[in-house]
């Protein structure tokens, strides 16, 4: 089955700073991968899918990720960090019959 | 449109004791399925279910059983509560295995 892997279980950074988060993925063939965003106390919400259809994939919030095959890697991205943005932030791959495989999740914080 | 509607929000159980999570959805989604979310481990599937009548086991399954008798509900039972169950349960749904998956708010169970 496919796994996605999330570098960093927290990440700190200012607001107005740019935001990263890693994924990286294993697979042999193109996934469908996914991130997803947790605020305290809530459900999951989607910021964005890849399909294959653009490498460059812009969501909600000013986020967009980038699909890179030569280093099977999702990061999520976002120029400016607000202090909204504080969260939970998980990739996802989905696994066919399986549904989706989540990450460990990277819990964002922004400092004013 | 609801969206995806989970009940109860929290819940406290001895350990030995049964009960149900309810998990219903009005988007005619034929996809649904369970996740248990703990600290540092992201999202795990516990069962899943391509349409009315057709269930499967995900990653997590000992402990849990559901059926889908309808499009709209998926309920997950816990047979015999252990402390290991203590977690947050989130229902998901989705057109298809590779949507998008759209999130219930999650059940709190604390299992004494």
């Known amino acids: 089955a496919q796994s996605v892997t999330q570098l960093g279980s927290h990440v700190s950074v200012s607001e107005g700073a740019l935001v990263l988060l890693r994924c990286n993925y294993s697979?042999?063939?193109?996934?469908?991968l996914f991130w997803y965003v947790q605020y305290p106390n809530q459900g999951l919400q989607l910021l964005l899918k890849?399909?294959?259809?653009?490498?460059l994939v812009k969501g909600i919030n000013g986020f967009e990720a980038e699909f890179k095959k030569s280093e099977t890697s999702f990061h999520l991205t976002k120029p400016s960090a607000h202090m909204s943005d504080a969260a939970e932030y998980f990739c996802a791959v989905y696994n066919a019959g399986n549904m989706l495989t989540f990450g460990g999740g990277t819990r964002l914080m922004v400092k004013p | 449109n609801a969206g995806v509607t989970q009940t109860p929000k929290f819940q406290v159980l001895k350990t030995g004791q049964s009960m149900t999570l309810q998990c219903a959805q009005d988007?005619?989604?034929?996809?649904m399925s369970w996740y248990r979310q703990d600290p540092g481990m992201g999202l795990r599937l516990i069962h899943y279910?391509?349409?009315?009548?057709?269930?499967d086991q995900g990653e997590v399954p000992n402990g849990y059983n559901v059926s889908r008798s309808t499009t709209e509900d998926f309920p997950l039972r816990l047979l015999s509560a252990a402390p290991s169950q203590t977690s947050v349960y989130f229902c998901?749904?989705?057109?298809?295995?590779?949507?998008?998956?759209?999130f219930g708010p999650g059940t709190r169970l604390l299992v004494l």
């Open positions: 998901a749904s989705s057109y298809g295995g590779e949507g998008a998956q759209y």
């Open positions: 279910s391509v349409g009315a009548g057709i269930t």
């Open positions: 988007m005619n989604h034929e996809y």
């Open positions: 890849y399909t294959s259809a653009a490498t």
């Open positions: 697979s042999s063939v193109p996934p469908y």
